[in-house]
């Protein structure tokens, strides 16, 4: 029988959305990673990093620019070591700066992808999946990469039919 993992990154705090900043407490993308795991068997594993970031929107987007320019990998919480028995990936996290955000490359490194097939989601205000797509190629060589699903952040909580359909796209 083949298995499923939700793999994801997500930030609940003030966040910019289409009416301008608000606090949300759980974040977008964990909205869309809920809704996959309501509609498969996946198990769930959230990459948190050690150091959380900065409640206030705007100091987390200078501190997230500083982790890229750095090319800066996180420490996380807990490492997800093994992926061995999982076929599919769901591979979740919002864009940061046209890309995903540096904890995601901390995780990813360390896992082999050879063989796996991923199907990633993005939330975002407006970019879309950006340069994240061919960052995920780079960062899991041998992983077939399936069709995304980009979700813009505001309006996840009316997104579930269309997560829904996804899963079942083939
Ligand atoms: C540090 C940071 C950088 C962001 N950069 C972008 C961006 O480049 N393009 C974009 O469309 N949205 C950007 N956003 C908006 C988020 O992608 C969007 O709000 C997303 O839904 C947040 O997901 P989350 O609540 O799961 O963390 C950024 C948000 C943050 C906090």
Redesign the pocket.
């Known amino acids: 029988m083949s298995k499923s993992l939700v793999l994801y990154f997500?930030?609940?705090g003030n966040?910019?959305?289409n009416e301008g900043i608000k606090n949300?407490e759980i974040?977008?993308?964990?909205v869309i990673a809920n809704y996959i795991k309501k509609y498969t068997d996946a198990d769930i594993f959230k990459i948190e990093p050690l150091n959380e970031y900065p409640t206030d929107?705007m100091e987390?987007?200078e501190v997230?620019k500083a982790e890229l320019n750095d090319n800066a990998r996180p420490e996380l919480k807990e490492y997800l070591e093994d992926i061995s028995e999982y076929d599919l990936i769901y591979l979740g996290f919002?864009?940061?700066?046209?890309t995903l955000p540096m904890p995601v490359w901390t995780q990813l490194e360390k896992l082999n992808f050879e063989g796996k097939i991923i199907k990633p989601f993005v939330?975002?205000?407006?970019?879309g999946f950006?340069m994240s797509k061919s960052d995920i190629k780079k960062l899991c060589p041998g992983a077939k990469i399936e069709k995304g699903l980009s979700i813009q952040?505001s309006f996840?909580n009316e997104s579930e039919n269309q997560v829904k359909s996804w899963i079942n796209d083939d």
């Open positions: 997500s930030r609940a966040n910019y959305s949300i974040g977008n993308t964990e929107y987390c987007t997230a919002p864009n940061w700066w046209s939330t975002h205000e407006g970019s950006g952040g996840v």
